[in-house]
T-cell receptor, first 115, second 112 residues
């Protein structure tokens, strides 16, 4: 039971390059989330998904796109990377019963540096 | 959205109880209080959550005041491995999903 798996774990990009971060969960959770964490800060929500084929913007969505083509996968794309996107990216998943959130599980993070 | 206030840092001696406070004076009636922790640079880890009653599990206890405006996370016998940033979060139920809004948390240092 792997939980939430993020790939890659580390990446260095040049300004203007593109890349996709993959998040996979094997818990059959409906909801998935992408957060970023900058040094000394808490996590900030980028985008989230409440189910296969649906996505929504979070607190800091600019410069990112996401897709949820399969229930178990949530992809985060950077079309033209900028140094301001240097951060640690965390994926999470959860399920909800009657409005109460259960099983909120985070991946181990992807450390992205844009030079 | 309800917001939380936590002290930026706390120290605790190994083996003693660690009591981490959190203020959430604008919490609404259907919002839960969640606690997570983040050890070094790992992904956050769920600890406990509650609505209005005190809760206990194998990791910690959560004490919520009767007016629900504040809560305390208690680690009964802190170990060095409990050194982490602890986040107190009030649930946000916009858009049909329950997104967690993180503040800066409390950096707990357990000293030998």
């Amino acid at each position: 039971n792997a939980g939430v798996t993020q790939t890659p774990k580390f990446r260095v990009l040049k300004t203007g390059q593109s890349m996709t971060l993959l998040c996979a969960q094997d818990m059959n959770h409906e909801y998935m989330y992408w957060y970023r964490q900058d040094p000394g800060m808490g996590l900030r929500l980028i985008h989230y998904s409440v189910g296969e084929g649906t996505t929504a913007k979070g607190e800091v969505p600019d410069g990112y796109n996401v897709s949820r083509l399969k229930k178990q996968n949530f992809l985060l794309g950077l079309e033209s990377a900028a140094p301001s996107q240097t951060s640690v990216y965390f994926c999470a998943s959860s399920y909800s019963i009657g409005g109460t959130n259960y099983g909120y599980t985070f991946g181990s993070g992807t450390r992205l540096t844009v030079v | 959205d309800a917001k939380t206030t936590q002290p930026p840092s706390m120290d605790c001696a190994e083996g003693r109880a660690a009591n981490l406070p959190c203020n959430h004076s604008t919490i609404s009636g259907n919002e839960y209080v969640y606690w997570y922790r983040q050890i070094h640079s790992q992904g956050p880890q769920y600890i406990i959550h509650g609505l209005k009653n005190n809760e206990t599990n194998e990791m910690a206890s959560l004490i919520i005041t009767e007016d629900r405006k504040s809560s305390t996370l208690i680690l009964p016998h802190a170990t060095l491995r409990d050194t982490a940033v602890y986040y107190c979060i009030v649930s946000n139920q916009q858009g049909g999903s329950e997104k967690l809004v993180f503040g800066k948390g409390t950096k707990l240092t357990v000293n030998p």
